[in-house]
């Protein structure tokens, strides 16, 4: 979906070109909960396409109650298992949203 140019590197560039900032993405990454989510009891959904899939972790943790599921498919991009179900809706999102 996006060209391999647009890796992190590039962002990280970015910012700096656009902001005069110099990020610092492990700082940010420890303060804000590490990789981790802290909530319980929650299912999060990404496509495969989703820009933010990075964010979720997927593998299961069963101490908090907490899912992440990905739609695997064409077209499923950020937020595609919340829109309106269509017939036509590939398997793969159509499971996500069950």
Known sequence: ???TLLNDSYWVDMCHDVYGVK???ERSISE???????GSNTVIT?????PWQWATELKPN???NQLGLMADCEDCGHC???????EDDPEELKAVRK
């Not at 804000?32 to 802290?38: K, L, N, P, S, V």
Request: proline share 7%.
């Open 1 to 3: 979906m996006r060209p």
């Open 46 to 50: 990404n496509g495969a396409e989703d």
């Open 32 to 38: 804000f909960a590490g990789r981790h989510t802290a």
């Open 80 to 86: 595609a298992e919340l829109y309106t179900p269509k």
């Open 62 to 64: 069963e101490d908090i």
């Open 23 to 25: 990020l610092n993405i």
